[in-house]
């Protein structure tokens, strides 16, 4: 095999490797975008599950309200690549300052959605931003 050869393949590699790391930019942001866009809507027209969750967390309504927006917002962002990286940095962020005051879980129901999207919104900061230090932006 000559050297142009094998640097045929290795591109042949590199581009598989991410075309898979873009298509699973592409399930996870689209997926968690629209999931949590959805929970946000749900908040905005006061979800009454969703309401009492907060209530019972001893969370005031303004965070319960501003939560519901803030998802929104950002499950739209989700959906454009350009803004997702963003988008996962800011629903983590809002995640994070939500449980700063550590609340009960009442209903295992809403757990495993909940470590579900940390997990992926995590994976997906981690394909981002290891694409974006590759290319050298």
Same mark, same amino acid.
């Given at each position: 095999m000559s050297n142009r050869e094998v640097t045929a393949v +290795?591109? %042949?590699l590199t581009d598989a490797k991410w075309d898979a790391r873009t298509m699973a930019t592409q399930v996870i942001g689209i997926?968690?975008?629209?999931?949590?866009g959805a929970a946000g809507v749900l908040k905005l027209f006061d979800f009454a599950k969703f309401? %009492? =969750? =907060?209530?019972?967390?001893?969370?005031? +309504?303004?965070?319960?309200?501003?939560s519901g927006v803030i998802e929104v917002l950002a499950g739209i962002a989700m959906l454009v690549p350009r803004t997702r990286l963003y988008a996962a940095w800011l629903l983590l962020g809002m995640i994070f300052l939500i449980a700063w005051k550590p609340w009960s879980v009442h209903e295992m129901f809403f757990l495993i959605p909940q470590i579900v999207s940390i997990a992926l919104l995590i994976v997906l900061v981690w394909l981002l931003g290891s694409r974006r230090r590759n290319s050298g932006a």
């Open positions: +290795r591109k %042949n997926g968690v975008g629209l999931f949590l309401a %009492n =969750y =907060y209530a019972d967390a001893g969370q005031p +309504r303004w965070v319960f309200l501003g």
